[in-house]
């Protein structure tokens, strides 16, 4: 895991809504508090009992409407899992995925890696290799 913050606030955020970087995505939740709190949650059941996520991009105009305006949010919380085909590259077994965590508060914009693994002491090259990607994903806003 390892957190970073990003200076580019408006570029970031013209990617995070306009851009198609997220769209596949799977959204765990989404907090956005401008005004009203909004929460929007991504979890999915099917008819039968399977839990699936949805994309960012089938919910990326909700989270936008609560964003746009004048004013910047006072907070927001986007907590996102890698696309299936990440899990691939990095060798991962079913139950395992990557996240991103982008959070938004006082005028600061920061970045959080993780990787949930079944066995975290011998995955740390895993762990360690998305933390690289991540920072890589983001350098043009930091």
Known sequence: MTVFSLTKVPQFMTELFSGTFFDDY??????????????????????EGSIMYCTYSSVKRIAYECVKGKNLPDYMKFVLTAPKTFAQDYSLSE???????????????????????????????????WDNAVEKMFSAFV
């Open 26 to 47: 799977q959204v765990n939740t989404i907090t956005i508090k401008n005004g009203p709190s909004t929460v929007i949650e991504g979890r999915i059941s099917d008819e």
């Open 95 to 129: 139950g395992e995925s990557l996240s991103l965590t982008v959070s938004f508060r006082d005028n600061e914009l920061n970045v959080m890696s993780g990787a949930f693994l079944k066995d975290p002491f011998s995955s740390r090259e895993t762990e360690k290799a």
